[in-house]
């Protein structure tokens, strides 16, 4: 946890990002743990905390998906699109620690999002700090049920 070098990765992804011009200027918190970890700071053990939690959330929301995606597929033998499972399982699974601390926080983004946001829905494009090229799409939706 002394060392920024977990972080080598996603800075060599946000760099290229900028590098194409898909992000104007680097990512402010991996900017932030990762001068936290490189200056052995008293907030590194906090981002670590947070970076774990984070890839626990995101590895049971991915479980969660894998297995509903299984039992869909499997009960109409229908995989149209043509990627094996197991290749879906391993690229969520893999994703890199920064990667899973993003995507979690734009979840936890959601409630401070405006009332009319929340009820009209929107989507958010991330993409990997693991792999230049994978992205995601988060949509929220509004469920209609109090509490949702």
């Known amino acids: 946890m002394q060392s920024p070098d977990p972080f080598a990765p996603a800075i060599v992804v946000d ?3 900028i590098k194409n011009e898909v ?4 990512n402010s918190a991996l900017v932030a743990i990762t001068l936290a970890y490189k200056n052995q700071s008293s907030t590194a053990q906090m981002y670590h905390q947070h970076m774990i939690q984070a890839a626990t959330i995101w590895s049971q929301l991915s479980m969660q998906m894998i297995d509903t ?15 094996p499972l197991a ?4 690229q969520l699974l893999d994703e890199s620690l920064f990667s899973r601390h993003e995507l979690i926080r734009t979840l936890y983004r959601h409630p401070k999002q405006s009332a ?33």
Do not use: C, M
């Not at 290749?87 to 391993?90: A, E, I, K, L, P």
């Not at 009820?119 to 109090?146: A, I, N, T």
């Open 15 to 17: 760099n290229a990002l």
């Open 23 to 26: 992000q104007d200027e680097p």
């Open 69 to 83: 995606y299984g039992k869909k597929h499997a009960a109409n033998n229908d995989d149209q699109t043509g990627i």
């Open 87 to 90: 290749h879906w399982q391993q």
């Open 116 to 148: 009319a946001l929340q009820k009209d829905g929107y989507v958010v494009h991330q993409h990997s700090y693991e792999s230049l090229g994978r992205h995601y799409v988060l949509v929220f939706l509004w469920s209609g049920v109090k509490g949702s």
